[in-house]
T-cell receptor, first 113, second 113 residues
């Protein structure tokens, strides 16, 4: 089955700096890659996603890049703010059923004011 | 949480007792899922449902059963709880179609003593 590895497990940045989280996947048939943000005591919430026919997608301060050949994708957060502090999860699926995604183990991002 | 509620939110039980967790959604989503989340791990799929009375196993289904008698309700049952099932359980739902956003409930923290 699919295996998703996520790095780093913890990341601390200064407010205003950029943060990058990287994931690799093993199943070349995966074609949908969502990113979730989970705040303390809450369920994960989708923040951005990318499909395999797209190399990059941006939404304000958040961007995701995908390299299908290398089977890795990354989340980029620019101009970080304290409210960006949370646990971020990447996931991969074959797209027809997004709920059957395989998740990475998560990255705890801390943005220091 | 996009109309997804879970009950109870917290539960402490003893080894060997049966436990049922409830997920309720108000958006008429077709697909529903149960995940467990453990420290240092991402979310792992327990069971999922693709319609009323249609369910299937996920990657960590041993010791769990599910039922879906109505579109809006998805029940997760631990027939005989074990300490290894101490975890935070999340319910999620998606609509029909490819690449639909997955919405998560707020989670249930279960402790098995």
């Amino acid at each position: 089955g699919e295996n998703v590895e996520q790095h780093p497990s913890t990341l601390s940045v200064q407010e205003g700096d950029s943060a990058v989280i990287k994931c690799t996947y093993s199943d070349s048939a995966s074609n949908y890659f969502p990113w979730y943000k989970q705040e303390l005591g809450k369920g994960p919430q989708l923040i951005i996603d990318i499909r395999s026919n797209v190399g990059e997608k941006k939404d304000q301060r958040i961007a995701v890049t995908l390299n299908k050949t290398a089977k890795h994708f990354s989340l980029h957060i620019t101009e970080t703010q304290p409210e960006d502090s949370a646990v971020y999860f990447c996931a991969a699926s074959k797209g027809t059923n997004a709920g059957k995604s395989t998740f990475g183990d998560g990255t705890t991002l801390t943005v220091k004011p | 949480d996009a109309g997804i509620t879970q009950s109870p939110r917290h539960k402490v039980t003893e080894t060997g007792t049966p436990v049922t967790l409830r997920c309720h959604q108000t958006e008429n989503h077709r697909y529903m899922y149960w995940y467990r989340q453990d420290p240092g791990h991402g979310l792992r799929l327990i069971h999922y449902s693709y319609g009323v009375k249609d369910t299937d196993k996920g990657e960590v289904s041993d010791g769990y059963s599910v039922s879906r008698s109505k579109t809006e309700d998805f029940l997760l049952t631990l027939e005989s709880a074990t300490s290894s099932q101490t975890s935070v359980y999340f319910c999620a739902a998606t609509g029909t179609g490819t690449y639909n956003e997955q919405f998560f409930g707020p989670g249930t923290r279960l402790t098995v003593l």
